[in-house]
T-cell receptor
């Protein structure tokens, strides 16, 4: 069964540094998402992306964050000037048709900001 | 903003006992989805409910969507150790599929 793949599985960075989290969505999916989950807490929506542009974003997704689809397969989340509170598990997800279609999540990237 | 509330936060059961988690939305939903996250894993889609009053079953799991489409429940009959994990409900938060997740119910099963 096709999977969403994310790299790296764990990223450690110092406060103030920039990180790029990478995702390869399922190939025939058109809608892409980033969610984050602070340890032991709920899964929070960050941003949705369709047709090479942001569809919706949450209050969490401020100017510190950006997303990009640099080629036909990768979908990236960039976090500039990381803060301690950015430490979380970041999940990429994709869906075939958006709307109410189910999300397929990757295994996540655990970001630790020290 | 829209909120999705889920109770209980934790549930510890003996293997063989039943388990139920409840989900309530502050707004009417067009659909509700349920996901399971194993410890250390990622959310995995279980089911989607769309119609008012809908009931769906998957083996020992029974999912219900309320008549007003603002609440839902997941019931597991005769829990097994493989049921361990956190169960999240998620409601539609916008037009592009950005789901609003509940806080989840963490189920532990004692053998």
């Amino acid at each position: 069964e096709p999977e969403v793949t994310q790299t790296p599985s764990h990223q450690v960075t110092q406060m103030g540094q920039e990180v790029i989290l990478r995702c390869v969505p399922i190939s025939n999916h058109l809608y892409f998402y980033w969610y984050r989950q602070i340890l032991g807490q709920k899964v929070e929506f960050l941003v949705s992306f369709y047709n090479n542009e942001i569809s919706e974003k949450s209050e969490i997704f401020d100017d510190q964050f950006s997303v990009e689809r640099p080629d036909g397969s990768n979908f990236t989340l960039k976090i500039r000037s990381t803060k301690l509170e950015d430490s979380a598990m970041y999940f990429c997800a994709s869906s075939q048709t958006g709307g109410s279609s189910p999300l397929h999540f990757g295994n996540g990237t655990r970001l630790t900001v020290t | 903003g829209q909120q999705v509330m889920q109770i209980p936060q934790y549930q510890h059961v003996q293997e063989g006992e039943d388990f139920t988690t409840y989900c309530n939305s502050s707004t009417t939903l067009s659909n509700i989805q349920w996901y399971k996250q194993r410890p250390g894993g990622h959310p995995v889609f279980l089911i989607q409910l769309v119609k008012s009053g809908e009931v769906k079953k998957q083996k020992r799991l029974t999912f219900q969507f309320g008549e007003a489409k603002k609440n839902s429940s997941l019931h597991i009959t005769a829990t097994q150790t493989t049921d361990v994990g956190t169960y999240f409900c998620a409601g539609d938060g916008g037009s592009q599929g950005n789901l609003i997740f509940g806080k989840g119910t963490k189920l532990s099963v004692k053998p």
